[in-house]
Nanobody, 126 residues
Framework: QVQMVESGGGLVQTGDSLRLSCAAS????????VGWFRQAPGKEREFVAA???????VYGDSVKGRFTISRENAKQTVHLQMDSLTPEDTAVYYC????????????????????WGQGTQVTVSS
C-alpha cells in the first residue's frame, strides 16, 4: 500500500521561508516522479513543482525562482523549500507520486499522479 504523508506546514509572515516534507512508503521514491500541488479555498488545485526519477525538475510559473523541490532517496522523502512567501501562497499543499510504471517523467497534470497525501496547511500572513 502506497502512502504519502506531508509535514512542515504552518503560519508564517510575508517574506518568510518554510520547508515542506513528503514521506513516502510502499513505493520507491527514487524510481517515480513526485509532485507538489496546492489548493486555496474556492480555487482549483494548482501545480507547484515536481521532480522526476532522474532528478529533473519542473515548476509552476507562480513559484519559479522561489520554491525548490529536492529528494532524499535514502529517507524516501521529497522536500519543497519555499522562500519569499506571500499571502498568495496560502493553501493546502499536497504531495503525490506518479501512478503506473516507474521511470516516467514528472508532469504538471494532477491526473498523472496516482497516490496522494492528506495535505498540509500553509498560511502566509501579510
Amino acid at each position: 500500500q502506497v502512502q504519502m504523508v506531508e509535514s512542515g506546514g504552518g503560519l508564517v509572515q510575508t517574506g518568510d521561508s518554510l520547508r515542506l516534507s513528503c514521506a513516502a512508503s510502499g513505493r520507491t521514491v527514487s524510481h517515480y516522479a513526485v509532485g507538489w500541488f496546492r489548493q486555496a479555498p474556492g480555487k482549483e488545485r494548482e501545480f507547484v513543482a515536481a521532480i522526476s526519477w532522474d532528478d529533473s525538475t519542473v515548476y509552476g510559473d507562480s513559484v519559479k525562482g522561489r520554491f525548490t523541490i529536492s529528494r532524499e532517496n535514502a529517507k524516501q522523502t521529497v522536500h519543497l523549500q519555499m522562500d519569499s512567501l506571500t499571502p498568495e501562497d496560502t493553501a493546502v499543499y499536497y504531495c503525490a507520486v506518479r501512478g503506473g510504471i516507474p521511470y516516467l517523467s514528472a508532469t504538471r497534470r494532477s491526473n498523472d499522479y496516482g497516490y496522494w497525501g492528506q495535505g498540509t496547511q500553509v498560511t502566509v500572513s501579510s
